[in-house]
Structure formats: C-alpha cells, structure tokens
C-alpha cells in the first residue's frame, strides 16, 4: 500500500462517480500532476505523456484490481453470486484459473480482427437499422434502452456463436452484470438478490455454451475458446469451465459497457452541441473524423488501475514498489498540450493518439468491431432522423469505471 501527502486536489477527487471530475483534472494536470488520493488508497496520474509512460511499461506497471461495486454487496446478494460454480472444491487454486484465461486471447483476437469486422459490416448495418425502425415512426425514444444498450451483443451474437433465441437473455445477463458492478451499493437489497440471480442463471447459460461447443464444436468464438483451453478430448475440467465462463463474461461485458457507454455519450454530445449534429448531418463523410473525438473527448473508460513492480519516477514523484496508481485517460484526452482548445468538441478534428481505445498491451481488443458500431450508428441516425433532438434537460451517469448514461430520451 502507497502512503502519500493528503492535498487538497487528492482529498477532492470522488471516483467513478457521477461528479464532473474534467475542472480538477484540468487543474492538477497544472498544479500536481501526479497526486495522491485516500479515496483509492492511489495515486492518479493525469498528464498525457506520464499516462503513455505508465501504460507503454507493463513490466514496471503491472495490472492492478479495479475497484468496482461488487465489494459493496450486501451478504445476501455476494452469497447468490457464489453459486454460479457452488460445486467447486475449496482445494482449486485460482492460479489454475488465471493461467487457463491466458490461453483465451488468442482466438479473441482473431475474432474481432480488422478483417473479420469488415467481414461483418452488412450484418451491423442490418443490427442498427432493426432497432430504430422500432421507433423511427415514434417521434420520440429512449436511446440507452432501445439502441445503446441493444447493440453490442446483439452485433457480436453471430461471432460468439449465441443462439438467436438466447439473445435477449445475453442482453438482459450483461446489463444485470453491469449494474452490479457500477450502482450495487445504490440498490436495495432484494433488488440486488434479484439481480445476482439473474447473473447467475446468466453465468451457468454460458457455462452449458462452454459444454455443449466442447461436445460438438461449431465455426464461432465459443468454439474456438473451448479449444484454446481444453485441447484434448474428454469433458471440460471445472477449472476451465470457470476460466471459459469467466472469459466470455468479461469478454462480452468490456465490449458491452465501452460500446454501450460511447453510443450512448456520444450521442449526447453532439445533440447537447447542436452545430457539431448538424454538421455531421451535412457532412456524413466527417463521422470517422466524429468518433476518434468523441472517443477523445469523453473517453467512455474513466481510468485504469496499475501497481508499481519497482522503484519508478512518476511525473516527479518516487514511489515504491506496490505502490497502486489511477491512470486518468479522460484527464490525458484533455490535456492542452496534446490537443489544442481540448474542452471544446470538434468533429473536424483528426485526434489519432488519443487513448479513447486503450494503448500498448492494453489496447481494447474489440476497438476496431467498437467503431464499425459507432459509426454506423451515427451514419444511420443522422441520416434517418437529422431531427434529432435532447428531450430532457439533464442527463444522469450510472457511477462506475464506465462512462454510461442511466437514459438518453430524444424525440425528433
């Protein structure tokens, strides 16, 4: 555990909250860049290039656990999340576990390949365009429910080899999963036992995938992370069905919230900045342009957590080994010395280094399949309905590590 001087810029910072943190971030990028906070027991580091040293030196900066919701469940909601695998021995070690998820990336990859999108696009198109001819005779919706939070399994159900009539409850198992990781503390408890049963019955859905494309494999994603972990013949040992379940939760999870989260904010950055929709809508060629800023501009990962594996030197500052550090990828897309007039929304704009979709080792493994979505969106939103416009006044985050509206109403 790091031991840092408490000022008044760390004692300040509430994260993964719904709070505005863009003026302090502002500040400290100025005042003290790198600064402690007994918020995360962390320091946060908030300038563009101490953020690309941290993320470009894994070695130096290993992962750290990201603090999330699920440490405050109550009892009873954490117990009904146990019994995905009750039949588990105690004697598993999860280092098992943890070494047979390594062997997923690979086919993962392959899977949301440039290539492979490209391969899709048709597909995305049709996915984007059934879901607002729901409502495009309407005159009004609601963005998050009906669009941003549909499309990401929707769009990857083909390629992780999801049966269509399980769709809905993929939907249904990903968005319980996020709630209880960003606004679990939020609920009351029988809300939150409900929604851990979902997740569970969620959970042990995807664990008889696992069985089943081990059984008798098929041409998808599930298939081919069977075989990554299980090689030989015979049934799936209980460590790997965990590991398998694990993967695809998290998998299917992290493209879920980042995609959700920047559908959902970008649209609501360029209605809330009207000239930068009408421009869009005027200039459809410009959307490329559109999402690398949006992505820039409010980035929908608030930051990522490392943990020091020596003595290192941080914008100016010694800190030991095990010290835990917040790297601040909203605070580095704004830093003015890397992106001039950073607070201001430019869709002509051409920002190509930001860190909207990770950098180094940690690069989003689905950014090129995040973008194809996005933009797709916007190309059919903007063409369908140019009419569009913000139907409430203000609008709420879910608190969390995502940057993920509670709802976006519009009408048109």
């Known amino acids: 555990m790091s031991i840092g001087t408490r000022t008044d810029l760390g004692d300040s910072f509430v994260p993964f909250t719904e709070q505005d943190m863009y003026p302090l971030y502002a500040r400290a990028r100025v005042e003290e860049p790198v600064f402690y906070t007994p918020a995360l027991d962390a320091w946060v580091v908030t300038r563009y290039a101490d953020v690309r040293d941290v993320l470009g030196n894994p070695k130096a900066f290993s992962l750290a656990t990201v603090p999330d919701s699920l440490a405050m469940l109550s009892p009873e909601a954490y117990a009904e999340l146990a019994k995905t695998f009750a039949e588990v021995p105690v004697s598993i070690r999860e280092d098992a576990v943890d070494e047979a998820r390594k062997r997923v990336r690979a086919p993962i990859l392959r899977a949301f390949s440039d290539e492979t999108v490209r391969g899709m696009q048709e597909f995305i198109t049709g996915q984007v365009e059934q879901l ?191 010290t835990e550090l917040m790297v601040a990828y909203q605070s580095a897309n704004r830093d003015e010395t890397v992106f001039p007039r950073a607070d201001e929304l430019d869709v002509r704009r051409e920002p190509t280094d930001h860190f909207g979709y990770g950098f180094g080792s940690r690069s989003c493994v689905g950014a090129a399949l995040g973008r194809s979505i996005f933009r797709t969106t916007l190309l059919s939103l903007s063409r369908r309905l140019p009419g569009l416009r913000l139907a409430a006044d203000e609008v709420r985050y879910l608190p969390g590590l995502h940057v993920i509206l509670r709802e976006l109403p519009v009408r048109w």
């Open 132 to 322: 607002i001819d729901r409502f495009a005779d309407r005159g009004h919706a609601e963005l998050m429910a009906e669009l941003a939070r549909q499309l990401p399994v929707r769009v990857k159900a083909p390629v992780i080899g999801i049966d269509p009539a399980d769709v809905d409850e993929f939907v249904q198992g990903t968005y319980d999963f996020m709630e209880l990781h960003s606004v679990a503390a939020q609920l009351p408890v029988d809300l939150q036992v409900a929604k851990a049963r979902r997740v569970v019955d969620y959970q042990r859905l995807l664990d008889s995938y696992a069985q089943r494309r081990n059984a008798e494999p098929r041409n998808d994603l599930f298939s081919e992370l069977v075989a990554a972990m299980a090689p030989g013949s015979g049934p799936l040992t209980v460590p790997e069905r965990k590991a398998l379940v694990n993967a695809m939760t998290g998998l299917i999870a992290a493209g879920h919230f980042t995609t959700t989260a920047m559908v959902g904010t970008g649209i609501y950055h360029l209605l809330h900045r009207r000239d930068q929709w009408e421009l869009l809508c005027r200039r459809p060629d410009l959307v490329d342009n559109a999402i690398e800023e949006l992505a820039r501009f409010d980035m929908p990962l608030r930051g990522l957590m490392r943990r020091t594996t020596k003595d290192v030197v941080v914008g100016g500052v010694e800190l030991p080994p095990g």
